[in-house]
């Protein structure tokens, strides 16, 4: 499976931005699908997975702002940030597990994009 991550820009706090993660080589509509984050000197962390049924989980520090949704016809997962924040600064990835479940472990996860820079200006 490849995964391309793109949406990524420069948003002023408060706005928002729609990251898509487009897979190729195999269908992934039975896959989980996440995204994790890695912000600057930080480590890589987990933001918000769906599964193949449409069953959703999010990071504590997202929960209410973005949402995750896929459309398996376009083999697409998409990632909707709303209210953005300036701590939300960071490259975003998107990643298929074929484990199925809402994993929110790193190693849970074998296919990874290459990531998309978003960055909220205060």
């Known amino acids: 499976v490849q995964l391309q991550a793109f949406g990524g820009g420069l948003v002023q706090a408060g706005g928002s931005l729609r990251l898509s993660c487009a897979a190729s080589g195999r269908t992934f509509s039975r896959y989980t699908v996440g995204w994790f984050r890695q912000a600057p000197g930080k480590e890589r962390e987990f933001v918000a997975v769906i599964n193949w049924s449409g069953g959703t989980g999010y990071a504590d520090s997202v929960k209410g702002r973005f949402t995750i949704s896929r459309d398996n016809a376009k083999n697409t997962v998409y990632l909707q940030m709303n209210s953005l924040k300036p701590e939300d600064t960071a490259v975003y990835y998107c990643?298929?597990?074929?484990?199925?479940?809402?994993?929110?472990?790193?190693?849970?996860?074998?296919?990874w994009g290459q990531g998309t820079q978003v960055t909220v200006s205060s």
């Open positions: 990643a298929v597990s074929v484990v199925s479940g809402l994993l929110t472990t790193e190693s849970a996860f074998v296919y």
